[in-house]
Structures are given as structure tokens and as C-alpha cells.
């Protein structure tokens, strides 16, 4: 079984500022892909991120990095330069030897002007 | 490339009512998945078609639950018997073809429907 972790239930930045979301997981699967979405208040998710388990630098698309850490399971979300666009839930998820992507609970991001 | 996209944007009904929603994936993708969300909870796997195919069913979506994906194309979830439990957003997504799933297949999300049930 696969589970994912978010302790954070809300977070605050200053805009410009960096944050990190924190992100856990578990699974028995050696192969695995890690993933961040973004649902604004409009509902749709938003693919941000991707990194695979293989993987050995660690993924960055724009403002947005991922911490990987495979001995700890951890799979951080950085955000640099935060935007006030940047406010909405942030959802780690994870896909490992089936088809389901799981998803954590999601952590809620405000950014202060 | 237009996007996933679900209709209605908002459902309310009362217990007891059949709801259905549609859902038009991005059309060069052969793959749709059906999730839920409750509030303050991430999204839950219902179904998953491959093509025309349902290949599984959670175990969360009870009898009265029905999902179609007629000709590999759209897709509707149908509810029966609403309860107030069902009260949820409903996401559908879409992924590219390809014969096998990969870790690292990124899923394409439509906005959802939001359904309450008095």
C-alpha cells in the first residue's frame, strides 16, 4: 500500500519570499514517481512537478524545486519567489507499480503582500 | 488541446435523485480516471478506463455507482439513490496513450463537478 504524508494543513509566505511544503511517503514499490499538483479555488489540479525514484538530481521546473530524499521518503516542495498567485492547496502524490496516483491530504498555501 | 472537461460545474440534488456527469477528455488521450474529493481531503482513485475498458473499480464506489466510457471517448459517472455522503467533487483526468502505464505518467485534471446532496 502506498500512503502519503502532508503535515502541514496551512502554511504562510511573504510574497517574494521561498516556502517549503513538506511531503512524506511509504511504499514497498523500488520504482515510483513523485508528484505536486496546485488546486486553485477553481478546482482543477495543476501538474507542477515530477520526480522519479531513479532519479538522481533532484527535479526543478521554474520556481518550483523538489527535496528528494530517498532514504527519509521525503519529497519537499520549494516554491522561490513566492507570488500571491502561488496561494491555493498544494497536493504530493505518488504512482508506484499500479496506475493510482495517491494523493496526501494537501497543504494550504497563503502568500502575504 | 483543450483540456479535460467536466460538466456540470455544480450539481445540487436531493437525496434519492440519479445524478450524472460528463466528463470529454483531451482528445488524443486514452486513458480516464474518475477520483473524489471531500473537503479537506486529497483527491480518492474511483475508477480508471483504458480506452472503452474499465480495468478497476475502488472499492469506494459502491453499487450505486456506474461509470462508461462509451466508444473511448467521453465518459459519464452515474450515481443512483443519491445520499448526503456522496456530497463531493468529482474529478475526472486524462492521461496520454501508451501501453503501459509509467511511473512517471502525468495526469491532465479537469476542474471537477461539485455535487451536494440536501
Known amino acids: 500500500a502506498q500512503k502519503i504524508t502532508q503535515t502541514q494543513p496551512g502554511m504562510f509566505v511573504q510574497e517574494k519570499e521561498a516556502v517549503t511544503l513538506d511531503c512524506t511517503y511509504d511504499?514497498?514499490?523500488?520504482?515510483?514517481?513523485l508528484f505536486w499538483y496546485k488546486q486553485p479555488s477553481s478546482g482543477e489540479m495543476i501538474f507542477l512537478i515530477y520526480?522519479?525514484?531513479?532519479?538522481?538530481q533532484n527535479a526543478t521546473e521554474g520556481r518550483y524545486s523538489l527535496n528528494f530524499q530517498k532514504a527519509r521518503k521525503s519529497a519537499n516542495l520549494v516554491i522561490s519567489a513566492s507570488q500571491l498567485g502561488d496561494s491555493a492547496m498544494y497536493f504530493c502524490a505518488m504512482r508506484g507499480s499500479n496506475y493510482k496516483l495517491t494523493f496526501g491530504k494537501g497543504t494550504l498555501l497563503t502568500v502575504n503582500p | 488541446d483543450t483540456g479535460v472537461s467536466q460538466d456540470p460545474r455544480h450539481k445540487i440534488t436531493k437525496r434519492g435523485q440519479n445524478v450524472t456527469f460528463r466528463c470529454d477528455p483531451i482528445?488524443?488521450?486514452?486513458?480516464l480516471y474518475w477520483y473524489r474529493q471531500t473537503l479537506g481531503q486529497g483527491p480518492e482513485f474511483l475508477t480508471y478506463f483504458q480506452n472503452e475498458a474499465q480495468l478497476e473499480k475502488s472499492r469506494l464506489l459502491s453499487d450505486r455507482f456506474s461509470a462508461e466510457r462509451p466508444k473511448g471517448s467521453f465518459s459519464t459517472l452515474e450515481i443512483q439513490r443519491t445520499e448526503q455522503g456522496d456530497s463531493a467533487m468529482y474529478l475526472c483526468a486524462s492521461s496520454p496513450r501508451g501501453s503501459q502505464v509509467a511511473t512517471n505518467e502525468k495526469l491532465f485534471f479537469g476542474s471537477g463537478t461539485q455535487l451536494s446532496v440536501l
Open positions: 520526480q522519479g525514484s531513479y532519479d538522481e
Open positions: 511504499t514497498s514499490d523500488q520504482s515510483y514517481g
Open positions: 482528445s488524443e488521450h486514452n486513458r
